[in-house]
């Protein structure tokens, strides 16, 4: 696979590793970005990948609370210009409405609302605002207690990051909770519920790069048990250390608040859609040739 200028740089981008070792990276794996980057770890010359998940896509997610149950959906727009709109934001807010008497995305699409279904409604705007838009996730969560954040809101409710916290204890803090997720982006809410393919891939990292500086297989051992302990606590959120009190994990801060977190849910806006990036130079001299 040909390796262009535009994959170093987007590797060098994620990882910090200068343009030499990203290009041999990808020469090394075929091209392959994910592998790419767990290659320049296991060479100690990236640190572990930053989150790619890019927010290109625009739009808004918007989150509803009713009782023990709350909903976050992201509606997508072309342009943010669309998502500052009072008619757009109006029809998010009443999707995420009726998302709240539906189990899923493809339920949702297919709900009344106002005489006509979600999808049918989304087609109509379309049609009068002139710009593609998409109803793209749908999650939901119940618990005792069930709070809501929204980071970077447009307007009440809605914004490019939406947040649910179910816990059992004070609302007070469950939006404390909401704020942290808002800004860790936990992976999951601990160890037992994260995906074991994730913790796999981890350890095989962390082997690689302890091999790599050649101590005996029973120091490299002990050494995995720690970095495993410690990649637990960057991505669970129960194991974090807490945004508003540092010195605590939030499982610590929990305990100290007289609460038990269930469940979470995060949607940020475009999460994991790639918008094509337009070639400015190129534009402009195709203009001229026009």
């Known amino acids: 696979m040909a390796i262009t200028a535009a994959m170093v740089k987007e590797l060098r981008d994620s990882t910090g590793a200068g343009m030499m070792d990203a290009k041999k990276a990808l020469t090394e794996t075929d091209g392959d970005m994910e592998a790419a980057v767990d290659w320049l770890r296991t060479k100690g010359l990236a640190k572990a990948a930053k989150k790619s998940g890019r927010t290109a896509a625009e739009g808004l997610v918007a989150v509803q609370v009713e009782g023990g149950r709350g909903v976050a959906v992201e509606v997508n727009s072309e342009t943010d210009f669309v998502a500052k709109n009072a008619e757009f934001q109006g029809m998010v807010r009443d999707i995420a409405k009726t998302a ?47 709070v809501s954040y929204v980071h970077n809101a ?80 960057e991505v669970t959120l129960l194991g974090q ?32 859609i790639e918008k094509k990036e337009e070639d400015f130079a190129a534009e402009v001299a195709k203009v001229a040739q026009g």
């Open 241 to 272: 250390a807490f945004v508003m009190n540092p010195d605590l994990t939030v499982a610590a801060a929990a305990k100290e608040a007289g609460a038990q977190i269930t469940g979470f849910i995060r949607l940020e806006v475009g999460e994991g």
């Open 154 to 233: 447009a307007t009440d409710g809605m914004g490019k990051i939406g947040v649910l916290v179910a816990l059992k204890g004070d609302e007070v803090f469950g939006r404390q909770v909401a704020m942290h997720i808002a800004a860790t982006n936990p992976a999951s809410l601990d160890e037992a519920s994260l995906d074991p393919a994730v913790v796999e891939k981890e350890k095989q990292v962390q082997i690689e790069i302890a091999r790599e500086s050649g101590k005996p297989d029973a120091v490299i051992e002990k050494m995995i048990v720690g970095r495993m302990a410690k990649f637990m606590s």
């Open 100 to 146: 709240l008497g539906v189990s899923d995305l493809e339920a949702l699409l297919a709900a009344d609302m106002g005489g006509k279904n979600v999808a049918d409604t989304v087609n109509a705007k379309i049609a009068t605002i002139g710009e593609n838009m998409s109803v793209r996730r749908m999650a939901a969560l119940e618990g005792d207690t069930v």
